[in-house]
């Protein structure tokens, strides 16, 4: 019982472990939004896009919250390996799917549903 109870203790921590937290960065083909969405980690669990045009971030996080940005005060830059998410391709990570539309970027998390869609003339919350 004692060691059945170390193995799970042990695949617990394996499981939470920040170091297998999965990011992926990507932009649209007009590379004017650009995201980050990550599984866990440091930072948690969160999708994060920025629009160039209009300058403007959105954060949903894993409870379906949003957190909206705007101004060039919320652009960062992105890492060099980051892709390009074709038009109608989806990314998932963790509960988190984005989709990559010719009118934006949909971003939602599961359970919930909640979510966004940015595009370079509006940001629409769900």
Known sequence: MRRSLLLSIALTLTVASPALAKVEWFYSPSKNISCEVSSGG????????????????????????????????????GPEDAFELGYGKSVKVGNFKCTSKKAGMRCSVSPSGHGFELSRDALDQF
């Open 42 to 77: 440091e930072r948690g669990a969160y999708a994060f896009c920025q629009s160039l045009q209009k300058p403007r971030s959105v954060t949903l996080s894993k409870q379906g919250t949003l957190k909206v940005c705007h101004g060039t005060k919320c652009l960062g830059d």
